[in-house]
Nanobody, 124 residues
Framework: QVQLVESGGGVVQAGGSLRLSCAAS????????IGWFRQAPGQEREFVGS????????NYPDSTEGRFTISRANAKTTFYLQMNNLRPEDTANYLC?????????????????WGQGTQVTVSS
């Protein structure tokens, strides 16, 4: 059973940066891609980007393209979400998720394993 643990959240002023981490363990051989999502209170869970397990391919929606970057650590089972030029509307709980099917996806229902999330708060 794949285990995912996020870390790195916190409070930051608008225009600032944060780097979140997603550490994967147990059954990582089955993972094809890692997705990052966010969810604010009362809102739908939103896709913010994904990366293939080998770190070669990435995909971002318009809302994060150019501000957020997902990368793979040298340790290879840890992935980062670098967030720059943060805005108050980026405030949310950020979660990473694993997909085992060999096609990248933007849809939350296509991910089978989830972490608990880490809270990001951007103050104006």
């Amino acid at each position: 059973q794949v285990q995912l643990v996020e870390s790195g959240g916190g409070v930051v002023q608008a225009g600032g940066s944060l780097r979140l981490s997603c550490a994967a363990s147990e059954g990582t051989f089955s993972i094809y891609s890692i997705g990052w999502f966010r969810q604010a209170p009362g809102q739908e869970r939103e896709f913010v980007g994904s990366i293939s397990w080998n770190g070669v391919y990435t995909n971002y929606p318009d809302s994060t393209e150019g501000r957020f970057t997902i990368s793979r650590a040298n340790a290879k089972t840890t992935f980062y979400l670098q967030m720059n030029n943060l805005r108050p509307e980026d405030t949310a709980n950020y979660l990473c998720a694993a997909r085992t099917t060999r096609v990248m996806s933007v849809h939350r229902d296509d991910y089978s394993h989830w972490g608990q999330g880490t809270q990001v708060t951007v103050s104006s």
